[in-house]
C-alpha cells in the first residue's frame, strides 16, 4: 500500500497550490478519502473528506469556501485544491484512506 502526497511548497497569502495524492496497493473506489494537517505544536486535525464515489464532501470550518477535495477513481488520486491560502493554513498535510492507510505528508508554508 502506498500514498505518496506531493505539490506543497511555499506560497504568498493568497495564492493557491493544488495538492494530489497518488495511491496504489488498495481498492481505491471502495475508501472514504481524507485530507490531515498537522501544525507545529498543534494536533493533527481532519481538513476535507471525500466519499468513495465523489458525491459526498465535508470540510473543516476553517477552510470552507477556499478549498475544494476531489478524487479521480480511475488515477487512484485524491486531490485537496487550495485558494486564497492563509498563514494559518501552514502545516504538514497527509491523506488517508478509511482511516486505515496514511501518506508520508507534504509541507505547505504560506509566508508574507
Given at each position: 500500500v502506498q500514498l505518496v502526497e506531493s505539490g506543497g511548497g511555499?506560497?504568498?497569502?493568497?495564492?493557491?497550490?493544488?495538492?494530489?495524492?497518488?495511491?496504489s496497493g488498495f481498492t481505491f473506489s471502495g475508501y472514504t478519502m481524507t485530507w490531515y494537517r498537522?501544525?507545529?505544536?498543534?494536533e493533527r486535525e481532519l481538513v476535507a473528506t471525500i466519499g468513495s464515489t465523489?458525491?459526498?464532501?465535508n470540510y473543516a470550518d476553517s477552510v470552507k469556501g477556499r478549498f475544494t477535495i476531489s478524487r479521480d477513481n480511475t488515477k487512484y488520486t485524491v486531490y485537496l485544491q487550495m485558494?486564497?491560502?492563509?498563514?494559518?493554513?501552514?502545516?504538514?498535510?497527509?491523506?488517508n484512506a478509511g482511516n486505515r492507510y496514511w501518506g508520508q505528508g507534504t509541507q505547505v508554508t504560506v509566508f508574507s
Open positions: 511555499l506560497v504568498q497569502p493568497g495564492g493557491s497550490l493544488r495538492l494530489p495524492c497518488a495511491c498537522q501544525a507545529p505544536g498543534k465523489g458525491g459526498r464532501t485558494n486564497n491560502l492563509k498563514p494559518e493554513d501552514t502545516a504538514e498535510y497527509y491523506c
